[in-house]
């Protein structure tokens, strides 16, 4: 006898489970407060806080041998008061040379601290967790970019605050001293935002094209040399053999002379024709300034923008 009953599919069975996650129920801030997040972090994480001592180390000591000799100015600033009271010929660093005299320990600030920004997070492969939540491409860039040129700003304005207050601690009359330095202490402000940023975007934009901090160093050390050098020699080069006139033009690509010549524009001064060859003005250098900034600010947000997430 056939047995003509439905043959009933057998069908996975389970059971749910309450693990206790929990949903969250916080506010969500969105973009604009995970970029604010982004900067401090990162800000944080150029001077090492929050890590080991030997990661507050470089920054700290690379600082603090940039601001040295303005706090010995400020240390003995009674010292010359008398010296300069009884006659005597004492030179005194300002302004609008500093940059130009203590620049080395600024740039390897840089070289040091560069990479640690942007290469990680490419070497750890954690920018896709970056870049699918609320933060943007051209977000965590800017982010990045103005934690460093923040770092290096900081480390330009001490000097130039010892400086002020070592001046002022050379005259008698206080008040009166404060406001006759005020006016030649302002220009330093945007002279050291420029370097910063300038700095910083020539910086991250060569870093961030590697996920090895060692060839980040590498490469920054040897665009700045190499673009240093270059113009320089065949500006010599035209100058023996051709007499060209042309060749000073190529000192508007060099990073470091380009942001020296147009501090000289924010204090007012003429370029020292012993620093600055060919005929290039204070005001060429500080649009070429402006020039590499947009320039390499424009070439990291396309590198970050072709990372694959």
Request: charged share 15%; glycine share 6%.
């Amino acid at each position: 006898m056939t047995n003509n009953s439905p043959v009933l599919a057998s069908s996975p069975t389970g059971n749910i489970y309450d693990l206790g996650y929990r949903h969250y129920e916080g506010v969500r801030r969105g973009r604009l407060w995970a970029t604010w997040s982004l900067y401090i972090e990162s800000l944080r994480g150029i001077w090492g806080f929050g890590r080991p001592m030997t990661a507050k180390a470089v920054p700290l000591v690379l600082a603090g041998l940039y601001a040295f000799y303005a706090l010995i100015q400020l240390a003995f600033s009674s010292v010359f008061a008398n010296a300069i009271a009884q006659g005597q010929d004492i030179t005194l660093v300002t302004y609008s040379d500093y940059f130009s005299a203590m620049f080395i320990f600024v740039f390897f600030f840089c070289v040091a601290q560069a990479p640690e920004v942007v290469c990680r997070d490419q070497r750890y492969s954690v920018l896709p967790l970056y870049f699918t939540r609320a933060l943007g491409r051209v977000e965590y860039a800017g982010a990045r970019l103005a934690s460093l040129a923040t770092a290096i700003f900081i480390v330009l304005m001490i000097p130039n605050i010892a400086l002020f207050i070592g001046d002022i601690l050379m005259k008698t009359d206080t008040f009166a001293a404060i406001g006759d330095e005020v006016p030649k202490a302002l220009p330093s402000i945007p002279a050291s935002l420029l370097i910063a940023v300038g700095l910083a975007a020539i910086s991250l934009a060569i870093s961030s094209f590697t996920p090895r901090r060692a060839y980040a160093a590498i490469g920054l050390v040897a665009y700045v040399l190499l673009m240093e050098a270059i113009p320089a020699a065949i500006y010599s080069i035209g100058q023996t053999s051709s007499g060209s006139t042309w060749t000073d033009k190529l000192f508007l690509l060099t990073p470091v002379t380009s942001l020296q010549g147009a501090t000289s524009w924010f204090f007012g001064k003429r370029l020292d024709p012993r620093n600055f060859l060919g005929s290039l003005t204070a005001e060429q250098y500080l649009l070429a300034a402006l020039a590499s900034v947009v320039i390499f600010t424009g070439v990291l947000i396309f590198r970050y923008r072709r990372v694959a997430a």
